[in-house]
């Protein structure tokens, strides 16, 4: 597609499941992230892919969450037994990562309620 | 580690007013900076960017200068819109070596007819 497509745009999860969010980047893009925005905060960075390296997880706040990159392209964020502080609106960005300068391309993010 | 810190908002304007969101940075190296700007319901997008010190990003009416000596990258504008009400982020490109950028926390503009 155009641009960055996530999915679902919204979820609502009792607390304890687990759940998964799809990200689909800019065909091309070979440098994927994933942000967390909550009320209030500015965008807390959770992981990075870049083509075929391994994945920098420095951000990612506990063991419950993990994400996979398949064939260099489609991502998914994994979170297990959640908890109400992992409601937040979970954002995925692309970009071509080539040069330090590149913008980021951004979806417009999964809504996630934990109740 | 990198930081950006912005000015805290909400911003509350009348139309035509002039705008300044300030913006200042920490970081290893020299990092490219940006403003993206995320209108109600959307994904954020850029606005503009600067690659190096001195350069001028602008777009839309809006402008900012990467003041290398300040480490400063203020957000400026003319005579807003009540179509400019958004959310507007501060950041920097990766930089030392790191490809991640680093968001502010976002400073809510709030325009009146």
């Known amino acids: 597609g155009a641009g960055v497509s996530q999915s679902p745009s919204n979820k609502v999860t009792e607390k304890g499941k687990d759940v998964e969010l799809r990200c689909d980047p800019i065909?091309?893009?070979?440098?994927l992230y994933w942000y967390r925005q909550s009320l209030g905060q500015g965008l807390e960075f959770l992981i990075y892919?870049?083509?075929?390296?391994?994945?920098?997880k420095s951000g990612l706040p506990s063991d419950r969450f993990s994400a996979e990159r398949t064939g260099g392209s489609v991502s998914t964020l994994t979170i297990q037994r959640t908890q109400q502080e992992d409601s937040a609106v979970y954002l995925c960005?692309?970009?071509?990562?080539?040069?330090?300068?590149?913008?980021?391309?951004f979806g417009q993010g999964t809504r996630l309620t934990v109740v | 580690g990198d930081s950006v810190t912005q000015m805290e908002g909400p911003v509350t304007l009348s139309e035509e007013a002039f705008l300044t969101i300030n913006c200042t940075y920490t970081a290893t190296g020299y990092p490219s900076l940006f403003w993206y700007v995320q209108y109600p319901g959307e994904g954020l997008q850029l606005l503009l960017k600067a690659t190096k010190a001195d350069d001028k990003g602008s777009n839309k009416g809006f402008e900012a200068t990467y003041r290398k000596e300040t480490t400063s990258f203020h957000l400026e504008k003319g005579s807003v819109q009540v179509s400019d009400s958004a959310v507007y982020f501060c950041a920097l490109g990766g930089s030392g070596g790191s490809y991640i950028p680093t968001f502010g926390r976002g400073t809510s503009l709030i325009v009146h007819p």
């Open positions: 065909s091309g893009h070979t440098a």
């Open positions: 960005a692309s970009s071509s990562g080539v040069y330090l300068n590149t913008e980021a391309f």
């Open positions: 892919f870049q083509g075929n390296s391994a994945p920098d």
